[in-house]
C-alpha cells in the first residue's frame, strides 16, 4: 500500500484565490510527521511546512497552512492568495518516528498552474 | 549560509561506466539521505547517514549502488555499471536530528541529472 497518496495530478487556480492540495497518508506508527515540499521548474526541493502527529493545532506558514485530520489520515496543504510563483510540483511526504527509519516517503506530486 | 550542494549538475555516461556523485551537506547536519526522482514521479529513498551509525541502505536498488560519507561530512553516491534505467535525478538532502531521535526537516541539494546513453 502507497503510504502517501496525492489524487491530483494536476490543479489549476485564479491568482489570488485559495487553492487545496489533497494528500492522505498510511501508518501504523502513532507518532509521525507530514511535509509539504515545492518543486518549481528547477528542480530544487524547498521545504514549506510541517504538521507533528500529535500536534494540536494546524501548522500555518504564511500564506500555507496544513489541514490535518489525523481520523481521516489527511495532510492537506492550503495555498491563500494565490501567485503565479506559486506555479511548481508539491510533494506531500511523511516521516516514521518509531520505526527508525527517517527517511521521507514520498507522493507522486500535484502539478499547479496558477493562471492570471 | 550555504545550503546542501551537489556535483555534478549533470552527467552523461555511456551504459556500463562507473559514475560517482557527490554531496556536501549542510554544515551541522549530521543525517543526510540521498534520493532519486525519475521522470515525472515522486522521491524515491535509497540511503540514510547518521552520524557514525552504520548507514541505512534499505532503498538501494540493487548492488550496484554504494555510498559512503567520510568523516562525517561530504558523501558519494556510486553506481557501478550504469544502465539506461539508472538515468533519474539524484536528490542528496541533509537534517538536523533531535534528542529524540526524530530528525528535523530535510534541506535538499540542486541534485544531479544522471542520463546513461
Known amino acids: 500500500a502507497q503510504k502517501i497518496t496525492q489524487t491530483q495530478p494536476g490543479m489549476f487556480v485564479q491568482e489570488k484565490e485559495a487553492v487545496t492540495l489533497d494528500c492522505t497518508y498510511d501508518t501504523s506508527d502513532p507518532s509521525y510527521g507530514l511535509f509539504w515540499y515545492k518543486q518549481p521548474s528547477s528542480g530544487e526541493m524547498i521545504f514549506l511546512i510541517y504538521q507533528g502527529s500529535y500536534d494540536q493545532q494546524n501548522a500555518t506558514e504564511g500564506r500555507y497552512s496544513l489541514n490535518f485530520q489525523k481520523a481521516r489520515k489527511s495532510a492537506n496543504l492550503v495555498i491563500s492568495a494565490s501567485q503565479l510563483g506559486d506555479s511548481a510540483m508539491y510533494f506531500c511526504a511523511m516521516r516514521e518516528d518509531q520505526t527508525g527509519a527517517n527517511n521521507l516517503f514520498f507522493g507522486t506530486g500535484t502539478r499547479l498552474t496558477v493562471i492570471p | 549560509g550555504a545550503g546542501v550542494s551537489q556535483s555534478p549538475s549533470n552527467k552523461v555516461t555511456e551504459k556500463g561506466k562507473d559514475v560517482e556523485l557527490r554531496c556536501d551537506p549542510i554544515?551541522?547536519?549530521?543525517?543526510l539521505y540521498w534520493y532519486r526522482q525519475s521522470l515525472g514521479q515522486g522521491l524515491e529513498f535509497l540511503i540514510y547517514?547518521?552520524?557514525?551509525?552504520?548507514?541505512?541502505k534499505s532503498g538501494l536498488p540493487s548492488d550496484r549502488f554504494s555510498a559512503e560519507r567520510t568523516g562525517g561530512s561530504v558523501s558519494t553516491l556510486t553506481i557501478q555499471r550504469t544502465q539506461q534505467e539508472d538515468s533519474a535525478v539524484y536528490l542528496c538532502a541533509s537534517s538536523l536530528r533531535g534528542t529524540s531521535g526524530t530528525t528535523y526537516e530535510q534541506y535538499f541539494g540542486p541534485g544531479t541529472r544522471l542520463t546513461v546513453t
Open positions: 554544515s551541522g547536519h549530521t543525517a
Open positions: 547517514f547518521q552520524g557514525n551509525s552504520a548507514p541505512d
